[in-house]
């Protein structure tokens, strides 16, 4: 999949902001990356950023069971 940038919790509700991500990165891949970790909605809560074009732009949100399981997802920062 590759190594995303730069991820942080944004705020206390278990989000967390991606960047940095191939543009070709789908959401089941970002699941099967954070396996282990809750991710209550599966799929459904993982959110890609579409540029203006209507494609990937290297950025997404995935919201996680809460926010300590958004910072120790931390943890794979910076990993592929």
Known sequence: MGQ???ASPIGSNG???LRGLPF???PEQLLQFFQGFDI???VG???MVLGGNS???GEAFVEF???EHAEAAMTKD???
Do not use: L
């Open 78 to 80: 910076k990993q592929t």
């Open 24 to 26: 070709s990165t789908t």
């Open 65 to 67: 069971g809460s926010e």
């Open 55 to 57: 494609r990937p732009n």
């Open 40 to 42: 209550p909605k599966g």
């Open 15 to 17: 989000i967390m902001k």
């Open 45 to 47: 809560g993982v959110h």
């Open 4 to 6: 995303w940038n730069e």
